[in-house]
């Protein structure tokens, strides 16, 4: 079956550090989402983008936050100035279809601010 | 906003029982999805839910829909450990899935 890969699997940084985690999409889907996961708590909804453009975000993706897709095969996440909160499993999904369709996950990138 | 509630949050059995959790939301869902991951692991995609009062079933696993779409739930039959895991259910939004608060199982042998 085919994979989202997300790089790198763990990212260590210091706060106010800017960060940028990678994804690679699978390549016919046109949907890509990133979420992220606080070790034991519920998957939490960051960002939708379709078509070169954000979908949809939560309260969670502030300024702080960007997404870009620079060529037709990456998607990322950046993050200008980690703070300790941050700290988390950062999944990148993506779908074939926006109606419905299932999300396929990414192994993550665990990110630990210090 | 629109929110997913599990329960429970934990559950522990014993190898041969049943397990059933279940997801309400406060508004009307388009669909829902049902998502399994497994300890260090992603979130997988089991099935998804459209139809009011649809009841599907994967093997051991039951899924079925409320009639007024706000509510779900999924049993397992005689678990067994590899189903060891957290199963989260998740609403369709505008632009998104929202998932739910999950349910952690766990399976003794």
């Known amino acids: 079956e085919p994979e989202v890969t997300q790089t790198p699997s763990h990212q260590v940084t210091q706060m106010g550090q800017e960060v940028i985690l990678r994804c690679v999409p699978i390549s016919n889907h046109l949907y890509f989402y990133w979420y992220r996961q606080i070790l034991g708590q519920k998957v939490e909804f960051l960002v939708s983008?379709?078509?070169?453009?954000?979908?949809?975000k939560s309260e969670i993706f502030d300024d702080q936050f960007s997404v870009e897709r620079p060529d037709g095969s990456n998607f990322t996440l950046k993050i200008r100035s980690t703070k300790l909160e941050d700290s988390a499993m950062y999944f990148c999904?993506?779908?074939?279809?926006?109606?419905?369709?299932?999300?396929?996950f990414g192994s993550g990138t665990q990110l630990s601010v210090l | 906003g629109q929110q997913v509630m599990q329960i429970p949050q934990y559950q522990h059995v014993q190898e041969g029982e049943d397990f059933t959790t279940y997801c309400n939301s406060s508004t009307t869902l388009s669909n829902i999805q049902w998502y399994k991951q497994r300890p260090g692991g992603h979130p997988v995609f089991l099935i998804q839910l459209v139809k009011s009062g649809e009841v599907k079933k994967q093997k051991r696993l039951t899924f079925q829909f409320g009639e007024a779409k706000k509510n779900s739930s999924l049993h397992i039959t005689a678990t067994q450990t590899t189903d060891v895991g957290t199963y989260f259910c998740a609403g369709r939004g505008f632009n998104k899935f929202y998932f739910g608060s999950g349910t952690k199982l766990n399976v003794k042998p």
């Open positions: 983008f379709y078509n070169n453009e954000i979908s949809e």
């Open positions: 999904a993506s779908s074939d279809r926006f109606a419905g369709e299932k999300l396929f």
